[in-house]
């Protein structure tokens, strides 16, 4: 098992410290486990039941993004009784390290709900900016270790086609508005109909 860096260790307790209780951290592997990604568990400070996760070590790989690096960690927050939610996030990750997928604000990995939940609608991940904590973790200021932050939000099929039609800001304004549960990952999609594109 890979040991994780010290400027990694300084973040994660820093993350902790800012968002949430009870860390601990898992390394994950990918199929062959020939790669490892470590992810920080924490439990939400105000209701027990919920999980918040978050890639610890993305940001030590290459992230290009219109030709510029932009280091990003992954976070995701889902009940606890998603318990898939964790796995969801490191292959996210793996995306990124392994396969030097471009991952920014706005963009979308196709299918990564759909590979461990199969038959609802939630499938694929939208990233937006972690409003949750957006104050709090742009504090951080830890020497050699450059980080941006990135959250996971769950959508259907019918949500990424409105992304694809109206722009990511359109579905962001959208899902806000219709107040989805974040932390839901099998919740009804906010589109019943084409009608309610407009």
């Known amino acids: 098992m890979k040991e994780l860096l010290e400027e990694d ?14 860390p601990q951290v898992y390394p994950y592997y990918d199929n062959d486990r020939t790669n490892q990604l470590d992810i920080l568990k924490l439990t939400d400070p105000v209701d027990n039941n919920i999980g918040i996760y978050c890639t610890i070590g993305v940001s030590n790989y290459p992230n ?32 990124i390290i392994k396969d030097r997928f471009e991952c920014g604000l706005g963009g979308i990995f196709k299918r990564m709900i759909e590979f461990y939940y199969k038959g609802i609608e939630m499938k694929h991940i ?14 951080m200021d ?35 508005k219709n107040q989805i549960d974040i932390y839901d990952l099998d919740r009804k999609c906010v589109i019943e109909n084409p009608c309610q594109k407009k």
């Open 9 to 22: 260790i300084k973040m994660a307790k820093f993350i902790a410290g800012a968002i949430g209780f009870e």
């Open 64 to 95: 290009i993004v219109d030709g510029k690096n932009i280091p990003l960690e992954l976070m995701l927050t889902a009940y606890k009784r998603f318990e898939k939610a964790t796995n969801i996030l490191s292959t996210c990750g793996f995306y």
């Open 126 to 139: 939208f990233f937006i900016e972690p409003f949750l904590w957006s104050e709090k973790l742009v504090q």
């Open 142 to 176: 830890i020497e050699n270790k450059e980080a941006n932050f990135l959250l996971c939000i769950p959508i259907s099929d019918k949500e990424l086609e409105f992304k694809l039609e109206k722009g990511s800001a359109a579905l962001e304004e959208l899902l806000m």
